[in-house]
């Protein structure tokens, strides 16, 4: 099969993006005279931009929309207003996630879900199974390019551009129909970074021109950002990856994304066996941890106590804001208290960690 | 791309500047292009015995974790320490850090590694 290509592959051409075949997309996993240090702290202390156009989106439309919607994720989908976004896992009746995705609300007969890249596909295919009578439902993903402008100069930057007050765009709400350089684009206070930002949604025809207007709008206080540094930054935020921290066999409970979970808004998939979970207790569960020991932890390491295994790294890495390495690892339940000591096994050895409570990144908010 | 004429190479990116029977060796240019930010250097021990192809240490940068090859059969007489607080000076200068000088036990094993002009074209060969 052949990669494919977003509308702003010429873009990262142009910025010297050293590519790679991201789950069959070509797209820059750094920039050259930049790399993923100078890319993430770029983001955290004034702003990057990101070309998030693999992303999927997947429209639920007719009378029974927001039943439908309802049915497929946990969070709860009648609490949403016009124009707000809202962050929730879809399970399998099992439980475990198919997918974790936005959810943008245009009228409770009106949805947008925009999901992962790699997803796009086994998402779609789900969606249509469960689809209810009064609803369609469909993959309009390549109707759309998406940007992601992240950092705390992110709203200085795009203000520039257009005479809508963005303050009125509050944290997780959208407008459709904001005017960028004269192109309409939707946009929403939303982001993978846990920095302030907004993503950007336009025509493909239109994505090299906004991106452009960006960086000219942005200059010196703006960088192109490659998957690297989008990586690194979503684990420092502790924003879960699926196929890392999410997936088929880990249900969202047991990820520490129980707050997006509300048993009580309707009769969703997977409900059933998240309210026996919750009953029985979990037997394992997400946790942060630190080094004490030297070495970098990394995804699906082994981790073990007294040489016997209790879990396995979700992500790790070496964390730019930091400046040492931490992790995520999903163990079981007894070793998961705070300054628990656990075993990561790095090449065949074990290597001393400690499992730790809130010493991941939160961003400095202004409240809007 | 950055190659010195006096080293020899191996095509797993390692070089090795020879002076008698000891060996400087550090990774190369492109190596520590191709692998981005380096963020961590696990060194051989001292004393080690380490044989020519096999691992001597680990280079780990933000996404990458790529294994060191020793060039030749040795054992490990020095390892520069300051790698393990600054490991980013590969990426700043791969040539004037070595990472560990090995007393170099076959000296025949030199004729398996390349020349500086074998080893560019090499490169080459991988863009």
């Known amino acids: 099969m052949s990669l494919k290509r977003t509308p702003l592959y010429p873009m990262h051409l142009k910025h010297n993006g050293k590519i790679i075949d991201f789950g069959g997309w070509e797209l820059p996993v750094q920039y050259e005279g930049m790399g993923i240090i100078k890319e ?57 996630v198919v997918d974790d995705l936005l959810v943008y609300r245009y009228d409770s007969k009106n949805y947008l879900l925009v999901v992962n890249a790699a997803n796009t596909d086994k998402d779609y295919e789900w969606i249509q199974q469960n689809l209810i009578p009064g609803v369609e439902a469909s993959n309009r993903s390549s109707e759309y390019a998406q940007l992601a402008l992240q950092g705390p100069a992110a709203q200085d930057i795009l203000q520039k551009l257009t005479t809508l007050d963005l303050n009125t765009i509050r944290f997780f709400w959208f407008n459709p129909q904001v005017n960028i350089s004269g192109v309409d684009c939707l946009v929403s206070r939303t982001g993978y970074t846990g920095e302030d930002g907004f993503e950007i949604y336009v025509e493909p025809q239109q994505a090299e021109f906004i991106w452009e207007e960006i960086i000219r709008a942005g200059q010196e206080l703006v960088s192109p950002i490659g998957l690297g540094a989008r990586d690194s930054l979503r684990f420092e935020a502790k924003l879960p990856l699926y196929g890392q921290e999410i997936d088929q066999d880990i249900t969202p409970l047991e990820a520490g994304l129980g707050f997006f979970v509300k ?91 400690r499992v730790e409570k809130g010493i991941f990144y939160r961003k400095k908010t202004k409240s809007k | ?123 080459e060969t991988l863009e």
């Open chain 1, 40 to 96: 993430h702290n770029m983001v955290r202390e004034k702003a990057g931009l990101f070309d998030v156009s693999h992303m999927g989106e997947i429209t639920i439309i007719g009378e029974q929309a927001e039943q439908m919607v309802q049915k497929l994720v946990t969070n709860d989908v009648k609490s949403m207003q016009d124009f707000q976004v809202m962050y929730s896992p879809m399970c399998y009746p099992s439980g475990g």
């Open chain 1, 263 to 353: 048993l009580e808004a309707g009769d969703f998939i997977g409900r059933t066996a998240l309210i026996q979970q919750k009953q029985e207790g979990l037997k394992r569960k997400l946790v942060e941890f630190s080094m004490l020991g030297k070495g970098i932890p990394r995804s699906h390491y082994e981790v073990e106590v007294d040489g016997m295994p209790v879990g396995h790294v979700s992500s790790g890495m070496y964390s730019p804001t930091f400046k040492k390495p931490i992790g995520l690892a999903l163990l079981n339940i007894e070793h998961c208290e705070p300054g628990s000591e656990i075993d990561i096994i790095i090449r065949n050895q074990p290597v001393k960690a």
């Open chain 2, 1 to 123: 791309m950055n190659v010195p004429k006096k080293l020899l190479y191996t095509k797993e990116h390692e070089w090795i500047k020879v002076n008698g029977d000891r060996g400087h060796v550090g990774i190369t240019d492109y190596a520590q292009h191709h692998l981005g930010d380096i963020v961590f250097v696990e060194l051989p021990e001292l004393d080690e015995e380490v044989a020519q192809g096999e691992s001597m240490g680990v280079i780990e940068s933000v996404k990458a974790v790529a294994t060191l090859f020793s060039p030749v059969s040795g054992r490990i007489l020095e390892v520069n320490e300051e790698l393990e607080e600054a490991p980013e000076l590969l990426n700043e200068d791969p040539y004037g850090n070595w990472i560990a000088i090995v007393e170099i036990t076959e000296q025949s094993e030199l004729d398996d590694l390349i020349s500086a002009d074998e080893y560019k074209s090499y490169c």
